[in-house]
């Protein structure tokens, strides 16, 4: 029996050790966001996942937003092509940026190894998570929300930001766009 923790315990430290090394800085592609927002791009559609917000509309669900600037408002379209919902461009009242950490998928299925230190390892896998918040006011039903997009990259979700703050003639606030209150 005594043998048996002895394994154990060489085995945890091993698995620490592995660890231990994967915790140092990989490189990473180049992921620069341009902070100008004079060098940002106008974007036709964006690809998206919508994550919920809207009354009504609770399923998430893949698909693209659009932009339809002769009704002044922005569109979100199922993968099969059919509109779900609108927001005209007057009500969007703030678009900001949102990013979070996750455990990924492999650090998850790493820390479910019923082996000793397996978890320690699968707690240090994390990837990014970029969401596009679109805060409004729904004069309908005099409400107000925020939807939440799920966003590829970084540069992507920054050109979201702009293209939405732009078509709406928002005012620009650091990562984020506003709509000023009129007193």
């Known amino acids: 029996m005594n043998r048996f923790w ?3 315990f060489v085995l945890a430290a091993l698995l620490s050790a592995g660890a231990n090394a994967q915790v140092r800085p990989r490189e990473e592609p180049d992921q620069t966001v341009v902070s100008d927002p004079t060098q940002r791009e106008m974007l036709e559609t964006i690809e998206v996942k919508y994550q919920g917000g809207l009354f009504g509309y609770s399923k998430k ?3 693209t937003i659009k932009f ?5 408002r922005l569109s979100f379209y199922g993968k099969d092509g059919k509109e779900r919902f609108s927001i005209p461009y007057s009500s969007i009242v703030v ?5 979070t950490k996750v455990q990924s998928g492999t650090g998850r299925a790493v820390g479910a190894i019923p082996f000793p230190g397996a978890g320690i390892g699968g707690l240090f896998m994390k990837k990014k ?4 918040v679109v805060n409004y006011d729904d004069q309908d039903v005099d409400a107000k929300g925020a939807i939440n997009f799920l966003v590829d990259t970084p540069e992507i979700l920054f050109n979201s930001i702009y293209t939405i703050g732009e078509k709406a003639e928002m005012k620009p606030r650091g990562d984020s766009y ?6």
């Open 6 to 8: 002895t394994l154990s």
């Open 95 to 99: 678009v900001y940026p949102s990013q």
């Open 68 to 72: 339809d600037d002769i009704n002044e």
């Open 129 to 132: 998570k970029n969401y596009l």
């Open 178 to 183: 506003i709509r000023k209150k009129d007193y």
């Open 61 to 63: 669900e893949h698909g």
